[in-house]
């Protein structure tokens, strides 16, 4: 599935460019938290997600009588992965240039 927020501020920044031009700094620091998002999308949080397993498992295998071994499992599914990530972008992209043509029309 594509990531939502991958979508969004790509095309935050696309729409940014498409009507100011992309040597404004609006731009420029649309541009920086598209990649900051997108980086946080595939990186930090997809590795979050897997320590999440690892933990889960961790717990799963302690004894019974462990003060922990009846807590409520982690959320796994965290993040996304590269493609996701950037279908996303594309989707983004695609989504604000039908925009910007059809605000022309």
């Known amino acids: 599935m594509p990531s939502s927020h991958s979508a969004s501020v790509t095309a935050l920044a696309a729409a940014i460019g498409f009507h100011d031009g992309p040597g404004g700094s609006s731009f ?22 897997r320590q999440a397993e690892v933990l889960n498992q961790i717990v799963f295998e302690l004894p019974a009588e462990h003060p922990l071994a009846d807590t409520r499992p982690l959320r796994e599914p965290l993040g996304h992965t590269p493609p996701q990530v950037a279908a996303g972008a594309a989707l983004g992209f695609i989504i604000a240039f039908i925009l910007h043509v059809l605000a022309k029309l």
């Not at 420029?28 to 997600?49: K, N, P, T």
């Open 28 to 49: 420029a620091i649309s541009l920086v938290l598209a990649c900051v998002v997108m980086y946080d999308a595939f990186g930090v949080r997809l590795h979050a997600g």
